[in-house]
């Protein structure tokens, strides 16, 4: 039998936590609560939580979770997590905003890690962002810096990281404040090590 495609969401989810996943979620983590004021009180969002390693991570620190994800293999794994570890204020839902109405619902945070280099129309998810968050709510996204396009390989076609500054400019069109765009962490992949950055903002 083959390897599963990179973007083989659904095929890879059963082996997806591995030692560098989880370490990754770790650093993401870390960033996150250095760079925004969490709090029990945050009703929040992981969109492309995949397994939910990241919501996990700071569920200590959040209210209520929701985990969005477009694949359904990597919404069975988080709901069996979130099963076997008797959690009560973690849900998963379906959500692909490519393709799905903008939800009703609001939220205090949203954040994503390592999505929305599989996303095309980057500026259109991130207004819709911004329509799904309560006034005063944050936004804490996380990927790779521009790459070479090796960390995917060249059969996949995903946007090669993003350069801060188009981040920065995509964030206050989309109409954000307070926007701020840092260095995040490393991400081991495939023998190399790429740079990641975290940007956070909030809607006015
Ligand atoms: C590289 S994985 C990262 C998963 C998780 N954030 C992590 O770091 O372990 C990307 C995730 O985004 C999801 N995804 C990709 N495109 C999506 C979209 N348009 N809407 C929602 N989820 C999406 C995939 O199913 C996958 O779970």
Redesign the pocket.
């Known amino acids: 039998m083959s390897a599963p495609q990179l973007t083989d969401?659904d095929a890879r989810a059963q082996t997806?936590d591995d030692a560098g996943?989880i370490k990754?979620?770790g650093d993401v983590a870390a960033a996150i609560r250095r760079v925004i004021p969490l709090s029990r009180s945050m009703k929040a969002l992981e969109?492309?939580?995949?397994?939910g390693?990241?919501s996990f991570s700071l569920r200590d620190a959040l209210g209520p979770i929701t985990l969005?994800?477009?694949?359904a293999g990597?919404r069975a794994m988080a709901e069996r997590k979130i099963a076997a570890a008797d959690v009560h204020d973690m849900r998963v839902i379906d959500?692909?905003?490519?393709r799905d109405a903008v939800p009703s619902e609001r939220f205090d945070l949203i954040f994503?890690?390592?999505?929305l280099h599989?996303?095309p129309d980057v500026p259109r998810v991130l207004a819709d962002f911004h329509r799904m968050l309560e006034p005063g709510g944050w936004l804490c996204h996380s990927d790779l810096d521009v790459e070479d396009g090796s960390f995917h390989g060249p059969e996949v076609d995903v946007h090669h990281g993003f350069e801060r500054g188009t981040v920065r400019s995509w964030l206050m069109a989309a109409g954000f404040a307070d926007v701020s765009v840092d260095d995040c962490c490393h991400i081991e992949n495939r023998g190399r090590s790429y740079p990641a950055f975290i940007a956070a903002c909030r809607r006015p």
């Open positions: 969401f997806w996943k990754r979620a969109y492309g939580a995949g397994t390693l990241l969005a994800d477009s694949s990597m959500l692909d905003l490519t994503s890690t390592m999505t599989h996303v």
